[in-house]
């Protein structure tokens, strides 16, 4: 949760006392006090809901009272309704002068919800404020060192807590946070001790108990956790919720019997929570024993046809791929109440996957509807929408599923591909930076803050953490080799490719690592090595199309044409006038010179696969080499049209647009499209430079055309470009020697004579 974003103004807690002003016309005879003092007396009584009510009366009669607003917001709290305890509180320390009897409290409660929100420097504020008042105020120094330990400060953390037990050495709070500081400094044994000393002070009180059990199951210690709780639950036979903590340690234990019989128990002990009865059955859907599950939620629909096991039981159908008995409960839920939101989102899910997206969008909307703030159905919905071609609802939707839960590895990665794949990359480092400290090493956002640092060499810490990535999750080197992994591989990829050598030669029938470490070999340079790994896949394999196909596109890229032409006729034999195939053999003749031969071949290929968008990108380019300007250009279009993240085909109908056809403004739209996308490849910025430079924006095409230089020092035509534009920005003398390197390069280069009469210009204005 996060106040900033989660919780509402305080217009919100004003409506809401607003809205009740309706109905207080048949309370006039009661006072100020009277509701007060009934509020604080339902508290006491544990009638949270009925004391909201005369403290929402109470504040209403008295605007200007902050022990009212305060009870109210407690009560909220007691509630679990912290979006409107939240403007509730913010208000009354707004008005607070800090002589209120409610001053801390108000204060105190604020700094909770911040930390629940993990918004640790407002909460740091306020506890400061607190103990500037009350110096041994124990809930501030608790509150305290847990702010400084998420704000990653381990000593100040410590002090507070020192201090803590100093005036009360048997404050469990204060013990737990000095056990937790211990535990994160990788000293167990001062943790443990710790939380010894406050069992042993409090005479093994229950809560310090079943604090140090849950320290034994942090650290693995399963029996010594399973000891603690067992005498707890001897101590109290009918504590449920000491009895659930045991089920779990067992089920992550993986004891199964011993879960098992723990949760059968728990049901028996308390035939009327809910929770308890079904377990079990959660246990079994937890460990993915979908038949156990099945017949447990089967058994209890007959015995208890409630709405909840009725959804888990349609949960679990869905999941093991039974959907006509899912959709038929999911359906007679939505009859009996059609605000049910559970049985709602299920039914979209199956929509969704079933490609029904304009139905699951309408679901998933539906489900909103009810409940604005559920994260995952923000979620689904920005994924039913994107599949509709909404995608600007798509990314709104999915921005507010991360807004919601900060920790959805799912909507993070969909944003972080979204951004990545439209070249802006410090969109995609900046979501990647901004994960929970516990997802900061899951592979994706390691590999992604790697390829969008910018740093060109890393630390041994951060060469570790990549290493780590590489091989917790291989598949990540065949997604992001072709697009900036690829140096990064060279450089630190060693050790992952020993273990996937390694892996090649245990299991030589384990085909995602043999085509991995293919892909590895070949951005490390080792081209030799990846194709002597192909042709033995292929050796195996010889009916394989995908190593087939994959050894014709190596062949093909280290000039070894005739092998790669007879590769590609073999993999023909496999899968006739495949578009893979028609693709390569093209390839082939256009690099042989045979044109024409290379023309019929992608002729046949935008007949037959009309919607292959590569294809018609590939004939634009063979067109433009034909010298053939218009057909070019109406195939690079419908390349575009097919795929407009095209970005070769973007970039070359860019510069036709530009150079033959005088369409700066479009030219200049496509272009920069296309150098978002790789703003590292020096074709895009020479084009996107040369565009400038005809719309005569000297500035922004030095800018680019440096750039194009940069990325490809040894090409002549992109220096003759940044020759012309230093010229025109009249940066004469750099002019020279750009046009001078430009010819030396290439003295055959097309606008050689205009390159001449340009710097016999410039010599001139430089005498």
């Known amino acids: 949760m996060n106040p900033r974003s989660t919780f509402a103004s305080y217009r919100t807690g004003v409506f809401v006392l607003a809205a009740l002003a309706l109905c207080c016309g048949c309370h006039r005879n009661r006072t100020f006090d009277d509701n007060y003092k009934d509020g604080l007396k339902s508290m006491q009584a544990g009638k949270y809901q009925a004391a909201r009510v005369l403290f929402e009366r109470a504040s209403l009669q008295s605007p200007g009272n902050l022990e009212a607003q305060y009870q109210l917001a407690l009560a909220c709290l007691k509630l679990k309704d912290d979006v409107t305890a939240y403007p509730i509180l913010r208000n009354a320390e707004e008005h607070d002068h800090g002589n209120s009897s409610v001053s801390t409290s108000i204060r105190l409660e604020l700094a909770k919800l911040y930390l629940a929100a993990k918004e640790y420097e407002p909460a740091q504020k306020r506890l400061l404020w607190i103990l500037q008042r009350e110096p041994n105020n124990k809930a501030a120094h608790g509150l305290l060192a847990t702010t400084y330990a998420g704000l990653a400060h381990p000593e100040e953390a410590a002090q507070e807590v020192d201090q803590l037990l100093a005036a009360d050495p048997s404050n469990l709070q204060g013990r737990v946070l000095m056990a937790a500081i211990e535990l994160h400094a990788k000293n167990g044994a001062e943790a443990e001790k710790v939380l010894l000393q406050g069992v042993q002070l409090s005479n093994r009180s229950t809560d310090s108990l079943t604090a140090l059990a849950s320290f034994y199951q942090l650290v693995g210690q399963v029996a010594k956790s399973a000891d603690l709780y067992q005498e707890l639950v001897k101590r109290d036979p009918k504590d449920i919720r000491t009895r659930m903590r045991l089920g779990w340690l067992y089920a992550r234990a993986g004891d199964k019997g011993s879960a098992e019989k723990v949760f059968r128990d728990i049901a028996d002990l308390a035939p009327k929570d809910q929770k308890a009865v079904l377990a079990l059955a959660t246990y079994y859907m937890s460990v993915s024993d979908w038949h156990n599950a099945t017949n447990e939620l089967e058994r209890l629909v007959k015995k208890s046809p409630d709405n909840q096991t009725r959804n888990m039981l349609a949960d679990v159908y869905f999941f093991t791929g039974r959907r006509a008995d899912a959709l038929k409960l999911t359906d007679q839920l939505i009859s009996e109440n059609n605000q049910d939101t559970r049985a709602r989102m299920r039914r979209g899910m199956m929509l969704l996957q079933g490609q029904q997206y304009e139905d699951a969008v309408g679901e998933f909307t539906h489900v909103l509807y009810y409940q604005s703030d559920l994260a995952p159905a923000h979620y689904f919905l920005a994924s039913a929408s994107m599949s509709t071609g909404n995608e600007q609802i798509a990314l709104q939707h999915m921005d507010r599923a991360l807004q919601l839960s900060k920790a959805m590895i799912p909507a993070r990665l969909w944003l972080i591909d979204y951004h990545f794949s439209r070249g802006d990359r410090e969109g995609a480092l900046a979501l990647a930076r901004e994960t929970p400290e516990s997802q900061k090493e899951t592979p994706e956002f390691v590999v992604i803050r790697v390829i969008c640092g910018g740093e060109t060499t890393l630390t041994l810490d951060q060469q570790s953490e990549f290493q780590r990535a590489l091989l917790a999750k291989p598949k990540l080197i065949l997604d992001y080799a072709d697009v900036g992994l690829a140096p990064y591989l060279k450089l630190y990829g060693g050790p992952v ?160 647009l530009a150079t033959t056809q005088g369409d700066l403004e479009r030219a200049l739209g496509l272009a920069k499209k296309a150098h978002l996308a790789d703003p590292s490849n020096g074709g895009l910025s020479d084009t996107l430079g040369w565009i400038y430079f005809k719309m005569g924006n000297y500035p922004e095409a030095l800018t680019a055309l440096g750039d194009a230089v940069k990325a490809t020092p040894d090409d002549a035509a992109t220096r003759y470009h940044l020759g012309m534009a230093q010229s025109k920005a009249g940066r004469d003398h750099e002019a020279i020697a750009s046009l001078q390197t430009a010819l030396k390069m290439n003295p055959h280069l097309p606008e050689a004579n205009e390159i001449r009469t340009e710097m016999s210009l410039l010599a001139k204005s430089v005498r």
């Open 497 to 656: 490719r020993d273990q996937l050598e390694q892996l090649v030669k245990t299991r030589p029938d384990f085909r995602p690592a043999q085509s991995i470490l293919t892909k590895m070999l070949e951005a490390q340079g080792k081209q030799d090595q990846a194709l002597a790994e192909l042709a033995k896949r292929v050796e195996a394999n010889p009916k394989s199309y995908g190593d087939l196909i994959a050894l014709a596109k190596l062949q093909v890229k280290t000039g070894r044409l005739p092998q790669a032409r007879d590769t590609l006729q073999k993999a023909n034999l496999v899968r006739a006038s495949a578009a893979d195939v028609m693709l390569g053999m093209e390839e082939i003749d256009e690099a042989s010179g045979n044109l024409d031969e290379a023309l019929s071949y992608l002729q046949e290929l935008t007949q037959k696969f009309p919607n292959v968008s590569d294809a018609w990108g590939r004939l634009g380019a063979l067109q433009e080499k034909r010298h053939s300007t218009g057909a070019a250009i109406a195939a690079y279009e419908k390349a575009v049209q097919l795929n407009p993240h095209n970005v070769i085909a973007a970039n070359n109908l860019a510069w036709l």
